[in-house]
C-alpha cells in the first residue's frame, strides 16, 4: 500500500515538472518537441509532429485568461509589498508603476497562459485529448 502510494505521489510530480516544462517551453502536451506558436499571438491549429488538436472547442483557452490574470494579480500585488517593505517607493510611483505592469505583463505572459493551460488540461484529461483528434482532416 504504501508503495502504491509512492508510486502515485513520484508519478504527480514527474506529470507537473512535465506540465511546467513543456509548458514554460512553449511545446505540445503530448509529444513535448514541436511549437505551439508560429508567430507572437498565433498558434498553430494541430501539432506539427503528433496532430494534436490544441483548441478542442469554441471558448477552450478561457482558462488562459485565468492563469494570465492570477499571475498578472500575484505578481503585482506581491511586487507592490515588496517595494513598499524593501525599498519603501511612495503610493504615486507604485501606482505608475504596478499599472504599467499590469498593461504590459499580460501581453508577455499571453503565450506562456496559453500554454500552461493547454499542458494541464492534457496532464488532467488526456483520454478526452486523444479520442478527438486521432486522423482528421487539417484546417
Ligand atoms: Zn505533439
Redesign the pocket.
Known amino acids: 500500500m504504501l508503495e502504491l502510494l509512492r508510486e502515485a505521489e513520484s508519478m504527480d510530480l514527474r506529470g507537473i515538472g512535465q506540465v511546467l516544462g513543456r509548458g514554460f517551453s512553449l511545446?505540445?502536451?503530448?509529444?513535448?518537441?514541436?511549437p505551439l506558436f508560429r508567430g507572437p499571438f498565433s498558434m498553430y491549429p494541430d501539432?506539427?509532429?503528433?496532430?494534436?488538436r490544441f483548441e478542442r472547442e469554441q471558448g477552450y483557452f478561457v482558462g488562459a485568461i485565468y492563469i494570465n490574470y492570477a499571475a498578472t494579480a500575484v505578481t503585482a500585488i506581491v511586487g507592490y509589498f515588496a517595494l513598499d517593505h524593501f525599498v519603501g517607493m511612495p503610493r504615486t510611483q507604485q501606482l505608475i508603476t504596478w499599472s504599467t505592469f499590469a498593461v504590459f505583463f499580460p501581453l508577455f505572459f499571453f503565450r506562456y497562459s496559453r500554454s500552461l493551460w493547454l499542458n494541464l488540461e492534457y496532464f488532467l484529461n488526456p483520454e478526452h485529448s486523444r479520442g478527438e483528434q486521432v486522423g482528421g482532416p487539417r484546417g
Open positions: 511545446r505540445c502536451p503530448r509529444c513535448g518537441t514541436a501539432c506539427l509532429s503528433c496532430s494534436l
